[in-house]
């Protein structure tokens, strides 16, 4: 059952990745015929064509790699300004490959085109075209986000007591387990039960989880707390002693160890450390429940993602060295190591076979595809060529080009030529296919596992 259901992820994340690549290539499509752009391919995936079929101008269709996805539009790159004569002097690998970029986009031209070629159209329309597709991925992800956080919820901690422990063990320990000779946990020792809900504490009112807490920590010495227990209020007053515990801010999160640098400190499956400070322990654990957030608690998860999405991206060019070692060398993968597609349909095949209730796995499946369609987004958005990012910056820089020539009474400059930074795009396009290699192997024989 394991295996089915493993397997069964890893094909429905498969599948929801190629949703994302081709929700994303629609907008791009969708912007092009709306303003009258021909597009010739509307395509899922890179290399060999899997299937295909035409309707009207445009031919739709799956290839085998499915790395991406792409849609081609007639006269991306426009004719070049002037022609030199060369004639005598060798033309330069660089100036070669510009002139075959731009030779093999006018070939798609044919009668008729003339009037439907991409950059003939106003800046801003070019920009809407390219900047569909990003959009596309961060709509999605919205609407997955909001699903899982306003929809099915998430899972928060209440006051009421999910456990008591027997004994007192510190946050640092390797065991749970309490040695005979253990001196019991002051829970346990003044008679709390599972299900028991804390009302106040030391005379407070404790209506929150994270009030609850709080005031359990600020306590040392005999502390009476008030919990509802089968529909009757009952004072119970435990012992309560110091020890080292998780340390939490005002709010209740973690907080995690940081370096020299201020940066996070991680073990070695590359999950963050968290400090420890001495409080005042009882010896329960909080039960938890699965509760909808607001629109504003979500726009604010959404904002810590975004941000967190960024700092992946930034950090992404000093992962190559680890993926490299894990791939070839056999160094251990961190949890926090990038995965590529086969990678991501894995973790998928191991979420949804954990034995956990089926809302679990689904929500996490959602808020992970949902995290993968902002990083699309995020990525897409780099200012650099073959990306959508790229192809911005080249219309952003024209339509500056031109306002400023209308404004001085200069000749128009014409289009920008984006064949001039073809060369850096086949450079970059090299680079992303040699890391996502890379990424396949090491996604293969060392994968990333959420549960060892």
């Known amino acids: ?42 395509m899922v995936g890179f290399g060999k064509t899997l299937w295909s079929r035409k309707w009207g101008d445009t031919e739709y269709g799956v290839k085998l790699i499915p790395l991406g996805g792409y849609v081609r539009m007639v006269g991306m790159i ?63 992800a919205v609407i997955l986000f909001s699903i899982v956080l306003m929809g099915i919820g998430v899972m928060q901690p209440t006051t009421t007591v999910g ?41 407070e009112p404790t209506p929150t989880w994270a009030a609850a807490n709080l005031a359990i920590r600020d306590a040392i010495g005999p502390t009476e707390i008030e919990v509802r227990r089968d529909g ?52 329960i654990t909080f039960d938890r429940e699965r509760q909808a957030m607001g629109p504003g608690e979500s726009a604010a998860y959404m904002g810590d993602m975004v941000v967190g999405v960024g700092k992946a991206i930034i950090a992404l060019p000093s992962k190559v060295d ?32 954990q034995p956990i209730p089926l809302v679990e796995r689904t929500a996490f499946l959602l808020n992970m595809l949902a995290g993968v369609n902002l990083f699309l987004f995020a990525f897409n958005m780099l200012p650099i060529l073959p990306l959508d990012g790229g192809h911005i910056v080249g219309a952003m820089w024209e339509s500056l080009r031109r306002n400023l020539a209308r404004l001085f009474r200069r000749p128009d400059p014409g289009p920008f030529d984006v064949a001039q930074l073809m060369p850096v795009a086949y450079i970059v396009v090299v680079c992303f296919i040699a890391f996502s290699l890379m990424l396949l192997v090491a996604d293969v024989v060392n994968p990333v596992r959420l549960v060892q």
Request: aromatic fraction near 6%; glycine fraction near 10%.
């Open 1 to 42: 059952m394991v295996t089915l259901l493993t397997t069964l992820g890893i094909i429905l994340f498969f599948l929801g990745l190629l949703f994302s690549i081709a929700w994303h290539e629609l907008g791009h499509l969708g912007t092009a015929k709306m303003f009258g752009i021909r597009c010739t391919q509307y």
């Open 163 to 203: 456990s008591v422990s027997e004994c007192v063990v510190p946050a640092d320990a390797t065991s749970t387990e309490c040695p005979a000779d253990a001196t019991p946990s002051p829970a346990a020792a003044a008679g709390f039960r599972p299900g028991d809900e804390i009302v106040r504490v030391d005379g």
């Open 232 to 283: 009757e209020i009952h004072t119970l007053t435990p012992d309560l002693i110091e020890n080292q515990v998780v340390a939490r801010d005002a709010d209740g999160d973690i907080v995690y160890k940081t370096d020299a640098d201020g940066n996070p400190v991680k073990d070695d499956r590359g999950i963050q450390v968290p400090e420890l400070q001495t409080a005042g322990f009882l010896g």
């Open 322 to 353: 680890d993926v490299f070692r894990a791939a070839f060398l056999g160094e251990q993968r961190t949890i926090d190591s990038p995965v590529g597609i086969v990678g991501a349909s894995r973790i998928g095949g191991e979420i949804l076979s």
């Open 78 to 140: 426009p004719p070049a300004a002037e022609r030199r004569d060369t004639s005598g002097k060798p033309m330069s690998r660089w100036r070669a490959m510009i002139e075959d970029a731009r030779e093999a986009n006018h070939v798609e031209i044919r009668p008729g085109d003339e009037d439907r070629l991409f950059y003939q159209r106003a800046p801003w329309k070019r920009l809407i075209v390219m900047v569909a597709g990003p959009a596309m991925n961060l709509i999605l």
